[in-house]
């Protein structure tokens, strides 16, 4: 018996350590590309055709294939994708320090034009692309997929990849563009889940008048209480700074509780199920223009800094993973019979992401410019070509979505799905490197 | 077929959104209270009986309480303990920043005793309470446990608690009993590991000289390997941001770099079966040294307040963790039969505590004051009955190990295992309470 335990205990110990150890040498995988891709980024800062995302994107890739031929094929990452931890851990940080160090004075003065992008473009787009999958697909042979799905497409398709955006356009650059394209992707985050949640609960064989108008007054409670939710946990957390004067004894608990504070709104909106980034993103306006003001001097320099290196690391990791994943020989094997019909897909599906971002962003800038009196304020064509096509990227925002939808815990064993998988990462690889061409043309 | 699969993903829907709901809901409960610990240790600051431990501590055993009573009994805890989670996440920070923070005059003038401590002590404290485990065990009914639990039992609680350590003793009041405490708590950990992984090893049953000098070897290499690989990593990132220059284009690359560079050192030394906090210790003081002059004046601000904001966090978490696990029902069931005999147990085992350490602290210091010339930098007797009473401490380092050895990833079914689980909290609970009282005898 005694023996037995023993056997018991040594078995025990040998298997926690193996699961322990692989989870081990992944970290350290992990964080040594991301050492490397901060170092060529460092090395690449002066060329203008590669930034740090496509390199941890290039990285990512090239790891996959190192890893797809040592284990013979088998496995091309060491994680599997999983939307829990890009939503709960990657996206907070990066979304709340854009927030943080927006410009507001330009952000606001354009709100009015930023909605109207976020909330009806992304509804035009939506059914754009979902009329255009039902018409093209339908026809071809490409597994089971219903109503619901060529919906579920459109939406995955409008989720702007507001994370590339940042990448691309810079806010000291062309600051109008910036909080356009910027702005528009964090509205667009709100409608999404408004689509997604529709989807999944109405019944999609009686669409009238009432469906409408609930989904509008959805939307409507949806964007007012997430705003609201981060306005207020800003205010708190500024409110307990200054009122106890936590500085007075450690500038740590400051930074903590600032840090702690934007991530627990965060939380709470998605426990809610309001839109998280939509409340991280204003809970971020709100600490800068009063905790910033209410906390030490040596706190200002530690929030402003640490939060831009918490977001720009989990970009990078973000990019890293994509890239990785995106070699995931499961979901090419069973897409891969006929690879010329999943190019296929892939070029309509990147088809219709052009026609149905050009049909809201040309009209809506017309709107908007009647509204404005000043020719300056006015929205130019060319700048409307640079919002059209700076949007164009789809980003990890529509692989979540898309492993959502399309997957079981990371796997697919039905054959439309996996095609649906393997076209949203081409969309995704294909958008992202094109779209850091954009800089040319401004 | 269609339907088939609309159910199905609805199914998979719902099912992912459950597992996802459940972990935001404990994610927002521990942020939440993390926000609370840091206000009331705020607010506590200037009252000497509690600090930020102890208030974690009490408001994880309030938040137990009410889990158990609102699941009518079920359990007390949202998240169960995961040595893996501690080792991974929470220890790395906290010891790092250590490191990055200790005076480094000091530690180095008494680095000879601290090793004696750490390395000589840890062993004869071993011995001890082994020993006297099985002395006194052996006579009493407490289920299946032969001669390798009980050597497990003595390196358990030969773990010093070098987190709970900073937290009573202060740099600034009292340099030279922190710097020989908490030193003692790092090395003694490389002694840990050694310790650990020999009694796994070798056969218990033929111990000779070849087994102690087999022991003895394997001490020195990992010292002194772990040793060189925090050395080396906190020199190469010196070495990469001097010469590259990072900080010309972002600050923010200087601090991640600094970061993933210290992670990595950790993860490195786990996977080579190295000490990882000796290892990310020696990272610290490193770069500390080396790279905190190489960068920017604001990486400088910055990285001083991140690291100790993170460690904090990473503290009071853990605190937190640790109170809440304590009322695990799971464990206190299998124990509590025989009440008695469960208090009657932890009694004793902290009476070896207590022999264990004061079989070393007296005669090595008596040994190290034997080195010295000047008085001034001998041991006094007070100093010894303090560094004594304030590495009592047993905390969550004892608490991983002793999941480790005696569940199966948290849970356990034989009687002896929970027994030794419960014994193992209320020791940990009762010495962190008492010493506590340390600041009183100073």
């Known amino acids: 018996m005694g023996l037995g335990v023993v056997a018991e205990l040594v ?29 060529l980024g460092h090395l690449l800062e002066e060329n203008r055709w590669v930034n740090e995302s496509i390199t941890a994107l290039i990285i990512g890739l090239c790891t996959g294939v190192v890893i797809l031929l040592t284990t013979k094929g088998k496995s091309s990452h ?31 003065r354009n709100f009015m034009t930023i909605t109207l992008f976020g909330a009806v473009g992304t509804m035009i787009s939506f059914f754009t692309i979902s009329l255009g999958a039902i018409a093209i697909f339908s026809r071809m042979n490409i597994g089971t997929l219903d109503v619901g799905d060529f919906l579920a497409i459109g939406a995955i398709f409008s989720a702007t990849d507001s994370v590339c955006t940042l990448q691309v356009l810079h806010q000291d650059e062309t600051p109008l563009l910036y909080s356009l394209v910027f702005g528009e992707g964090v509205v667009n985050d709100a409608t999404s889940v408004v ?24 939307f409507c409670y949806l964007f007012l209480s997430s705003t609201l939710l981060g306005v207020f946990s800003g205010l708190l957390s500024a409110y307990i700074i200054k009122k106890l004067y936590i500085g007075r004894h450690s500038t740590d608990r400051e930074v903590a509780l600032m840090m702690l504070m934007a991530y627990l709104s965060y939380m709470l909106a998605e426990l809610l199920d309001l839109s998280g980034i939509l409340t991280v993103f204003f809970c971020g306006i709100v600490m800068s223009h009063y905790t910033w003001h209410n906390v030490t001097e040596s706190s200002r320099v530690t929030t402003k800094h640490a939060f831009a290196t918490l977001s720009f690391i989990a970009e990078t990791f973000l990019f890293l993973y994509v890239g990785m ?62 919002i059209w096509w700076a949007g164009l990227m789809r980003g990890a925002v529509s692989i979540a979505l898309a492993y959502n939808k399309f997957t079981r815990s990371g796997h697919t064993q039905l054959h439309g799905n996996a095609i649906m998988i393997t076209s949203t990462i081409t969309v995704v690889l294909f958008s992202t490197m094109v779209s850091h061409l954009v800089p040319i043309f401004l």
């Not at 829990?84 to 606001?108: C, E, S, T």
């Not at 689509?195 to 509008?216: M, P, S």
């Not at 052009?354 to 304020?377: C, D, I, M």
Request: charged share 15%; hydrophobic share 50%.
């Open 195 to 218: 689509l997604f949640n529709a989807l999944q609960n109405f019944d999609l064989n009686h669409i009238d008048v009432t469906v409408v108008l609930n989904f509008l007054g959805n």
């Open 78 to 108: 060491i994680l599997v994708f999983s939307e829990d931890f890009f939503f709960i851990y990657l996206l907070p940080p990066i979304i709340f320090n854009a927030g943080f160090q927006v410009k507001k004075k330009q952000f606001f």
């Open 11 to 39: 078995r025990l110990g040998v298997l926690s350590s193996t699961s322990d150890h692989s989870s081990v040498v992944s970290i350290n995988l992990f964080v040594a590309l991301l050492c490397a891709c901060i170092v």
């Open 325 to 386: 994943d995106a070699l995931d020989i499961e979901k090419w094997e069973f897409a891969s019979d006929i690879p010329g019909k999943s190019i296929g897909i892939s070029s309509i599906l990147l088809g219709l992401v052009l026609v149905g971002r050009a049909a809201f962003v040309f009209p809506l800038s017309f709107l908007s410019n009647l509204t404005k009196k000043s020719p300056l304020e006015k929205i130019t064509l060319r700048q409307q070509v640079v």
